[in-house]
């Protein structure tokens, strides 16, 4: 792709983005809530590109002036300095032109929003549910350190420790985006604290990672839920497991069950039960969507094989292999305590590499 290509495409988003920009101050506008939310949301998503184009266009420009100098001017001194910025420029055009044609290529819309996060523990019983445990305080902590907030709508502990189930949200910038990639089946590969004769044991924890749905993304109709209340139960002490302050929502229509019975106060947790609910519903439809990449791209996993094995932790060769991208690294106890930024940044490398191929298919 030409320059000159890769900034007429730019420039050709110029104008809406001046048009948004000017829309978003409009009375009109501001207003209507739905409208303003898909605009504003629009315009975020232009801003990186339209700053990217600026920049590589005045780059360009830079260097059209300096192979002037170098073509005109006498000065030994100044023919030097051309030089060098030509050679600087040079050095930095393929990877901005490449940055460009990946900001070009539409983004998941979906990429932006908070999401929801399920862990179950899978095969290998007590084991497996102390490894779900694990996977649930990795999150935690590199939700942590991303400064985003993490907040439990329901859990069940295992017997042992950890959990069978632990569902989540999680707020904070670019989420589902970030955390997309976790969805699938993690295996682990340890001696078990139950274990007596120091073998190793292979046991399983599945991760889904679902985007929250906005407010506006489905409408729901309350006649269609059933919603039920029963007294909570684990931590929080004598008032959780005396009062009917947990929610379990019915969608009549789907089927569909959620609960909530982490906040003492039963209106909290049916506000929570209820943005989970429209979330699942959500899903329903964005399923589609994911079973359709999921075939063309190796780094995500459709939601409908959640049995794909993408990550297996070994303990004793303190191991982390990602199945997808065949990426391995031996800082397993560092990995486990929240540092997953290098195998999510590898996951981004290799998705960008996926759309950039089809892009130019």
Known sequence: MSENTLLEKVMGLQEKYETLQSQLSDPEVISDMKKYVQLNKEFKE???????????????????????????????????MAKEEIAAIEQKIPAMEENIKLLLIPADPQDSKNAILEIRGGTGGDEAAIFAGDLFRMYSKYAEKKGWKLEVTSQSEGAAGGFKEVVCKISGDHVYGTLKYESGVHRVQRVPQTETQGRVHTSAASVAVLPEADEFDIELNMNDIRKDTFCSSGPGGQSVNTTYSAIRLTHIPSGIVVQCQDEKSQLKNFDKALAELRTRLYNMEYEKYLNEISAKRKTMVSTGD?????????YPQSRVTDHRINYTMYNLPVFMDGEIQEVIDQLQIAENAERLKAAAE
Do not use: Q, V
């Open 46 to 80: 232009l801003a990186p590109i339209i700053k990217a184009g600026n920049e590589y266009k005045k780059m360009m420009e830079d260097y059209d002036t300096a192979k002037e100098i170098l073509a005109e001017e006498k000065d030994e001194e100044l023919r030097e």
């Open 306 to 314: 959640r049995s794909a094995k993408i990550r297996t932790y070994n």
